[in-house]
């Protein structure tokens, strides 16, 4: 374009420098009729081919641009280079998307896009099949429109989508799938769907097994330790070196009822499908009852403070978060040594309710922090064995606070104590009328 501009620059000076030298021979007169003359056949031509110009972009059909003459040839040649870039371009484009879609075709997973509105924009036959769409009708319509699941309805409008969710197939009620939503570019989403009824069914059997197992020990154990109970209270007719193995099978037996209790605890959380009741806790009343069950078993050990907004309440099921706030205390207190320190405070942070408890135990290694809440792992075995923990705490703790919309937040330094906090959303807060 540079170039031509100085084409156009030198006509128009060549021009000029005609015209000076007519200027004596023919007066300034003619000269100027001529020079006129000369500019409107140059600006006639000039329109003429804008004119065709115009003409062609109202349907650009390649073959049929303009040949031009003088410049114009030069910016029709340079639009015909142009158009077969782009051509070249957009043909690239297509295969490319079309590759795209036969792969997203064949994949046993399913797979819908979603634009800035959670319109449906494409979908494969797996996601039809799994969600019960038909992308010739359905594209452009809003997918809660279509997945009319209140589970599905909460997560798309939560906006949290780290976690995938399960939800029952549109089509077949047997089918369990696992969604999750992936966002990208300008707020477009990918919903990504996979059918994990195999590895439910798996759980479920799981579940059901150490349920039944676990509800089946706990008589036998409830006898045996009845019975060894009986036997401890015969002071005269026991050996003292014998009262001794009675105690460890005692202690033993009390390890397994209350692995048996949990067991069916968290056997009980999994297998759930209610959502918990919508019950106003007063949590300060609920923490000091914790408090003085923690005093308890701690037993003069500990220094043990309680920190709460009195007002501060919160929705939800009251055995269920008091089980939970006791399984974090209770853990606390059995990895921190004689005479340390436990502070429970209850309080606002932002929007959200949080329960907090910090303790001047011996910590947690870094490495350690992101597998506690896996059932029956163990920082340390052998001191939870010596601390009586069944390992199963931690993931009691995180079903209750998952089924109340919670999360639970892990800090320490090891050898400088932890913090444990249950925290909760702002839907869950609710404030009491202080008197």
Known sequence: MQDLRWRVLWLLMGCL?????LWPLVGLRVTLDLFALAVTGYLIGHFYWLDKLARWLKKPILADIPAGSGVWEEIFAALYQEMRRQRSSQTQLTDALERFQRAAGALPDGVVLLNNSDQIEWCNATAELQFGLDLAQDAGQPIGYLVRRIEFRDYLQAHEYGEPIKLKSARQADVTLEIQLVPFG???KLLLSRDITPLENIEIMRRDF??????ELRTPLTVVGGFLETLEDMDSEMPDATRHYFHLMQEQTGRMRRLVEDLLTLSRLESSQT??????????ALLRIVLTEAQSFSSGRHQLFLEVDESLHLSGATDELHSAFGNLVTNAIRYTP?????????????????????????????QHLSRLTERFYRVD????????????????????????????????????GSVFSAVFPAARVVRAVMP
């Open 17 to 21: 420098l005609v015209c000076l030298l």
């Open 381 to 416: 075995s052998s001191r939870s064995r010596a601390t009586g923990g069944t390992g199963l705490g931690l993931s009691i703790v995180k079903h209750i606070l998952t089924r109340h919309h919670g999360r639970l937040e892990v800090t320490s330094e090891y050898g400088h």
């Open 338 to 366: 004689d005479g340390g320190e436990i502070r429970l405070t209850w309080q606002l942070r932002g929007q959200d309710a949080q329960f907090s408890v910090t303790d001047s135990g011996i910590g947690i290694e870094a």
């Open 210 to 215: 150490i349920a039944n197992v676990s509800h």
């Open 275 to 284: 959502v918990p009741q919508e019950v106003d806790i007063d949590v300060p």
């Open 186 to 188: 300008d707020n477009q």
